[in-house]
């Protein structure tokens, strides 16, 4: 699972032409020379410390994303090379997480992709979704551990992919759903991982898994991640330093999850309730606070007083109407 170029950023605008910093996540390689490869090289930038940027006016207009290849090259002559997709960033700055995709008002499905389709079409910040991975490691998405009888970490994919939703869509897997999420450029999508019914093996797997897909389909500039597994929002900082993670548990301090670099907290709003203090601290620490799951408008009403960064809903409709 060793990544030995990454990038601290995945998007541009038209007023931030930088993308991010070409490094070796570790740290434990130096590189000491960049170069920009490809069909689209002229179009980059590339500066001897491997901040990547891109050039005015130079990316054809009639795509939001452009794959762009990069060679590092180390004191003693080794070459390494990536490719990443690089993404004009329109994505969507409100306070609306749509919690299992926008599914309750329309009769959708939760966690369908006519439900993630539904967050995009109603303009949310972001959209979450809850993966598992299948007896042969295939991520599936899920609430629940099990579906019509069948416990996912204990079932194959051949047996997963027979499965109907409610809505008469397959059980998605995440390629589906991230391939989904990929066609367009304004909702982030939300990569909740669940904590594993089998083992702290089988959680961490799924964590390299999850990764791994994200890396293939080169879905950087949209994936975020959360967790209720302490253990796998670390093992995600230490495969992408520059990701988006935050902890569900509720029970550390932003004090006790700076410490381990994680990015925000995303507490059940009875726990926000009891540590009001932790917004102001956790914005102290640069850390983000979202706030799961808020179906009542004067709940929302109060978080938003409280400056919260995100509200997670299955009332996106409702809440868009409150922050727009």
């Not at 003693?76 to 609306?96: A, H, L």
């Not at 809505?167 to 990569?191: A, D, F, V, W």
Request: glycine fraction near 4%; aromatic fraction near 8%.
């Amino acid at each position: 699972m060793a990544q030995q170029l990454t990038l601290s950023g995945y998007t541009y605008t038209d007023d931030n032409k930088i993308i991010g910093i070409a490094e070796d996540p570790t740290k434990t390689t130096v590189y000491k020379k960049f170069a920009v490869k490809g069909p689209l090289a002229s179009a980059f930038a590339i500066k001897k410390n491997g901040q990547l940027s891109v050039r005015p006016n130079t990316l054809p207009a009639n795509t939001f994303w452009h794959d762009v290849t990069i060679e590092a090259t180390t004191a003693e002559g080794k070459v390494v090379t990536n490719t990443f997709r690089i993404v004009k960033d329109q994505f969507i700055r409100n306070k609306v997480i749509a919690h299992r995709g926008a599914w309750k008002k329309s009769g959708t499905t939760e966690n369908s992709l006519t439900a993630l389709r539904n967050a995009v079409a109603l303009g949310c910040m972001g959209s979450e979704f809850d993966i598992h991975l299948s007896a042969d490691s295939i991520p599936y998405i899920n609430h629940d551990a099990a579906i019509q009888g069948f416990t996912i970490e204990k079932t194959e994919s051949s047996q997963l992919s027979q499965i109907k939703l409610s809505n008469g869509e397959s059980l998605p897997t995440l390629l589906s759903y991230l391939q989904e999420g990929m066609k367009q450029n304004r909702t982030r999508l939300i990569l909740e991982l669940k904590p594993s019914v089998v083992s702290k093996e089988r959680a961490l797997l799924l964590t390299e898994k999850v990764i791994a897909m994200v890396r293939e389909l080169k879905a950087q500039a949209w994936a975020e991640y959360i967790s209720f597994d302490y253990d796998v929002c670390k093992k995600i900082k230490s495969m992408e330093p520059h990701a988006k993670v935050a902890y569900l548990n509720g029970e550390l301090s932003p004090a006790q999850l700076a410490a381990d670099h994680i990015d925000g907290l995303d507490y059940h709003h009875s726990i926000l309730k009891k540590n009001e203090s932790w917004f102001e601290e956790a914005h102290q620490k640069k850390q983000t606070v979202n706030v799961w799951t808020v179906n009542e408008k004067s709940l929302m009403e109060w978080l938003l007083q409280k400056n919260v960064d995100f509200i997670t809903t299955n009332e996106p409709e409702m809440l868009l109407e409150i922050v727009q």
